[in-house]
Every structure is written in structure tokens, then in C-alpha cells.
């Protein structure tokens, strides 16, 4: 299997001008841009936990598996340059398996001009595992990090939150444009990407940052797909609780002083909106506010890993 399969790998996956020696040997050999921070990342989607295999595109999880990371990127305002993918896929149906992830992989890769150097494959009698490792570069502004935050700035968010196990999970697209744009033309002091849900990812920028958040309840942006899971289950769960607490909508978390803050909700340079859901605090912890006005302590839900 693994022969066959790198040999159509190879005439799958294009030549990339910054790979000077790609698929094929021991390492691969990437032309990085002088004077810069290589920014690397990591992620791993199994069978069973990210996804079933079976039960969806297999296309969508080879693009998921990249798109994941790419996002990673995002959060630092990083631009990506080249990607490797490991694959431990089901001995039964292994080539067709590893042929769809790279169907799907491929496309996203091209759309932001990310070299695939190659990586690893094996196969074996248990679930498909997928593990990317991502390189990116800082740009001349530098990474954004988590630990940036600071009491009065504004928490700004991109796009809408809630729902994304209807579908959105597989097929959204990582802020890296916007938040190359943003970086460039705005002062930003921190950022992350929304991956294990929105009120948990917020609790990782306060942690780093040593600050705490009070969330504007009714300024969430809560995507129509929360709306939808909400009904479904009855009432059981509010949209508002989907938007905080569901995950896997891989949108930005920002935080912006208040006068940048004001410019960045101005001019909306994006096509996706910004909004502002709430502050920093140099109170610890979460805390949201109710439409009514009440405080109250938000908890950081969301995927534990």
C-alpha cells in the first residue's frame, strides 16, 4: 500500500517554489524568508473523536485536518508557507482512505499557498489518525499571542458562534487573510483561535494574560445554526449557551485598546463582521452580563481535550 500510495502521491501534489527538495526523501529541504520566526503548530484529528469516518466526505476530513491548523496560524497572525501530513489509516481500504484526504486536503493547501513537504504513512488495524504539522512566518509586525491582554481592552470577535456540528466544523474557512489584515493595520495586543468553544478560549487569553473578561451577553454573535441545534433539543440548551460553549467555529478572538477597538468597529475591513462582545478586566475569572443587567460568573465551557 504505502508505495503505491506515494507513488500517487507525488503526482498529486504539486511542486511548490519554496520547496527545494519536497516528497520523496528522508526530510524535505523548505527556502525560508531570511530574518524571520518560523511559527510551527500541531494538530491531530482522529477517527471516532473529530470525526466518523463512514459518516461524512472523507474529502472534508482531509480538508478539516488542514484547516485546523492553518487556523492555528491564524491566531498568531502568521503567514503559512508548508505544511507535512502523517497518516496512520485503516489497513482495509488504506489507499482509497488516504486518496480522499489529499482530494480534499489539496484544494485548501493551493487556496492559501501552502507547500505540502511531505510527512509520514503507515497503516494498521485501528482507526484513521491524521496529524499535520504546520510552518508559518511572523510577520513584520510580529506573532500575536495569548498573553497580550490588558484590563479596558476591548474583546472583539469575528463572525458568529454555535451550531458548528451541523456541518460548519468541516467546511470553514481559517481567519488567516483577516488576520494578516488586521495585524497590518491595527494595533492589536492578543488573539486566539475559537477551537474548543468560544467562553473556554476567551478563559486561555485571560489566563496568559493574567487579567480576567466580563462578556456583554446580548452583544455575542450567535450563528443561525445554534438557533437550530437550540429547537432541536427542545429548549434544553439556549443558542446563547451553543455560542459560548460548542466549539469548532475557528473564528478570532482579539483584543484591541479601546481607541483601536472604536477604528477596527468603524471601518469593518473585513467581509466577515467584527464585534465587540465585552472587556478585559483586571478582576480575574469570567463574568457576563445579562441582558438585564445582572453580573454573573461565565463558566469556561467548552472541549476538553
Same mark, same amino acid.
Given at each position: 500500500?504505502?508505495?503505491?500510495?506515494?507513488?500517487?502521491?507525488?503526482?498529486?501534489?504539486?511542486?511548490?517554489?519554496?520547496?527545494?527538495?519536497?516528497?520523496?526523501?528522508?526530510?524535505?529541504?523548505?527556502?525560508?524568508?531570511?530574518?524571520?520566526?518560523?511559527?510551527?503548530?500541531?494538530?491531530?484529528?482522529?477517527?471516532?473523536?473529530?470525526?466518523?469516518?463512514?459518516?461524512?466526505?472523507?474529502?472534508?476530513?482531509?480538508?478539516?485536518?488542514?484547516?485546523?491548523?492553518?487556523?492555528?496560524?491564524?491566531?498568531? $497572525?502568521?503567514?503559512?508557507? #508548508? =505544511?507535512?501530513?502523517?497518516?496512520?489509516?485503516?489497513? /482495509?481500504? +488504506?489507499? &482509497?482512505? %488516504?486518496?480522499?484526504?489529499?482530494?480534499?486536503?489539496?484544494?485548501?493547501?493551493?487556496?492559501?499557498?501552502?507547500?505540502?513537504?511531505?510527512?509520514?504513512?503507515?497503516?494498521?488495524?485501528?482507526?484513521?489518525?491524521?496529524?499535520?504539522?504546520?510552518?508559518?512566518?511572523?510577520?513584520?509586525?510580529?506573532?500575536?499571542?495569548?498573553?497580550?491582554?490588558?484590563?479596558?481592552?476591548?474583546?472583539?470577535?469575528?463572525?458568529?458562534?454555535?451550531?458548528?456540528?451541523?456541518?460548519?466544523?468541516?467546511?470553514?474557512?481559517?481567519?488567516?487573510?483577516?488576520?494578516?489584515?488586521?495585524?497590518?493595520?491595527?494595533?492589536?495586543?492578543?488573539?486566539?483561535?475559537?477551537?474548543?468553544?468560544?467562553?473556554?478560549?476567551?478563559?486561555?487569553?485571560?489566563?496568559?494574560?493574567?487579567?480576567? $473578561?466580563?462578556?456583554?451577553? #446580548? =452583544?455575542?454573535?450567535?450563528?443561525?445554526?445554534?438557533? /437550530?441545534? +437550540?429547537? &432541536?433539543? %427542545?429548549?434544553?440548551?439556549?443558542?446563547?449557551?451553543?455560542?459560548?460553549?460548542?466549539?469548532?467555529?475557528?473564528?478570532?478572538?482579539?483584543?484591541?485598546?479601546?481607541?483601536?477597538?472604536?477604528?477596527?468597529?468603524?471601518?469593518?475591513?473585513?467581509?466577515?463582521?467584527?464585534?465587540?462582545?465585552?472587556?478585559?478586566?483586571?478582576?480575574?475569572?469570567?463574568?457576563?452580563?445579562?441582558?438585564?443587567?445582572?453580573?454573573?460568573?461565565?463558566?469556561?465551557?467548552?472541549?476538553?481535550?
Amino acid at each position: 500500500m504505502e508505495a503505491a500510495f506515494l507513488s500517487w502521491l507525488r503526482s498529486q501534489v504539486p511542486g511548490h517554489p519554496r520547496l527545494q527538495l519536497g516528497i520523496g526523501d528522508d526530510a524535505a529541504i523548505l527556502d525560508l524568508a531570511s530574518n524571520s520566526r518560523c511559527v510551527l503548530t500541531t494538530d491531530m484529528l482522529n477517527d471516532g473523536v473529530d470525526f466518523v469516518w463512514g459518516q461524512c466526505d472523507g474529502r472534508l476530513v482531509g480538508r478539516k485536518s488542514l484547516a485546523v491548523n492553518l487556523s492555528d496560524l491564524a491566531a498568531m $497572525a502568521a503567514q503559512p508557507l #508548508a =505544511a507535512l501530513v502523517s497518516l496512520t489509516l485503516p489497513r /482495509r481500504d +488504506a489507499l &482509497a482512505v %488516504g486518496q480522499q484526504l489529499y482530494q480534499g486536503l489539496l484544494p485548501l493547501a493551493d487556496e492559501f499557498d501552502v507547500a505540502i513537504a511531505g510527512g509520514d504513512t503507515g497503516s494498521w488495524d485501528g482507526p484513521l489518525v491524521i496529524g499535520i504539522t504546520a510552518l508559518g512566518v511572523a510577520t513584520e509586525r510580529g506573532p500575536l499571542l495569548r498573553s497580550g491582554a490588558r484590563p479596558g481592552d476591548a474583546i472583539i470577535v469575528t463572525g458568529s458562534f454555535g451550531g458548528s456540528l451541523l456541518g460548519r466544523h468541516f467546511r470553514f474557512t481559517p481567519r488567516v487573510r483577516e488576520a494578516l489584515l488586521l495585524n497590518e493595520r491595527y494595533r492589536l495586543h492578543a488573539a486566539t483561535d475559537v477551537s474548543d468553544g468560544l467562553a473556554l478560549d476567551l478563559s486561555h487569553i485571560t489566563q496568559e494574560s493574567g487579567c480576567g $473578561a466580563l462578556v456583554e451577553a #446580548a =452583544a455575542v454573535p450567535i450563528a443561525d445554526d445554534a438557533h /437550530r441545534l +437550540a429547537a &432541536a433539543d %427542545g429548549g434544553r440548551t439556549t443558542p446563547l449557551e451553543h455560542a459560548l460553549g460548542d466549539g469548532e467555529d475557528f473564528e478570532l478572538i482579539l483584543a484591541a485598546p479601546p481607541e483601536e477597538a472604536a477604528r477596527l468597529l468603524r471601518d469593518q475591513p473585513l467581509d466577515v463582521p467584527l464585534t465587540r462582545i465585552g472587556t478585559f478586566t483586571a478582576e480575574r475569572g469570567l463574568r457576563i452580563k445579562t441582558p438585564d443587567g445582572r453580573c454573573e460568573p461565565l463558566p469556561p465551557r467548552g472541549y476538553e481535550h
